[in-house]
């Protein structure tokens, strides 16, 4: 017993050593990367973007928290599968602490970074990096993804997905490089992905036409504009476009095919994501309203990562790979109901594709 004791005291002496001389004074750029997910300069721009919301006064009882301090926490509860517990004792703090500076942090990334960090950018950019994937006149992919999370205590069925786990959804619209472009989370994982859809910002700005400049391009005899990539669980729309179903011809085929090809940078998207921030993996044990500030952070900094050229370790998406295995996927359901409008659109897209092939 003795020994346990004296082993408590001494591991929380050390975690405060290990960060304040160890981490910040000898760490090289490798070690960041692997444990933080990006370096120590993007590191230390960030903990500047985020010190006006996170600063705190010494009190007469104890010295508060550096800036740098608070974002590793976070940044490190983030990156691993730790468990509060374990962060605590790794940075020689209380329990109770990770989980406030977690949400500290986490809002204020989201409060100061979000709205500057996912979104459009330069639109040509996109339009001009799809057209080079093989789809013209594309703004982006949208998809829907589960995240595990621990079972809620109120409407716990209203979580339960098609796969058996609890989780909530993320739905992300990205650009030709895998950035977030737009992002829409919290929904049980119970609800159709085609649901989550019609009810967020994203569906009333595109069928409003003011999310994208008013860019249309004609195909055949067919004016269409921008348009954004889905998986059959969406509707087809004028401004969506979605795989044909049922039985496919070559034409069809080739369509999908092109369709497809731009459509997984949301996947790679969504796997570079969790493949950063594994606790996205790790049922997370939050209140509702905390896990869709964390979802929204860890999206955010993923752009930062993206945009700031973090190498992405291979080895992350093998791990990711093996946590997928626990909690997979559920397919998605398709929604059936197409205007005809769009569909003149999908058929004008396909035989220009057609077209195109006989080259």
Known sequence: ?????????????????????????????????????????????????????????????????????????????????????????????????????????????????????????????????????????????????????ISPPHLASEYINRKGYFSVVLQALVDHRGHFTDIYSGWPGKVHDARIFRNSALFRRLRAGTFFPDHKITVGEVEMPIVILGDPAYPLMPWLMKPYTGKLDRSKERFNYRLSRCRMTVERAFGRLKARWRSLFGKLDLMESSITAVICACCTLHNICEGKGERFSEEWTSEVRRLENEFAQPESRANREAQERASRIRDAIREQFDAESQQ
């Open 1 to 149: 017993m003795l020994c346990s004791v004296e082993r408590r005291v001494w591991a929380r002496e050390t975690s405060t050593e290990w960060w304040d001389h160890i981490v910040l004074q000898s760490w090289d750029d490798e070690q960041w990367l692997q444990n933080f997910r990006m370096r120590k300069a993007t590191f230390m721009a960030l903990c500047d973007d985020l010190a006006p919301n996170l600063r705190r006064m010494n009190t007469r009882f104890r010295d508060a928290l550096s800036v740098e301090k608070r974002v590793a926490i976070a940044i490190w509860k983030l990156a691993t599968p730790d468990c509060f517990r374990s962060v605590a004792n790794q940075f020689g703090v209380g329990k109770s602490t990770v989980g406030m500076v977690l949400m500290q942090v986490c809002r204020a990334i989201n409060r100061t970074l979000t709205r500057k960090t996912v979104t459009l950018g330069n639109v040509q950019d996109i339009l001009d990096g799809f057209a080079e994937m093989g789809f013209p006149n594309c703004g982006g992919a949208v998809d829907g993804t589960h995240i595990p999370i």
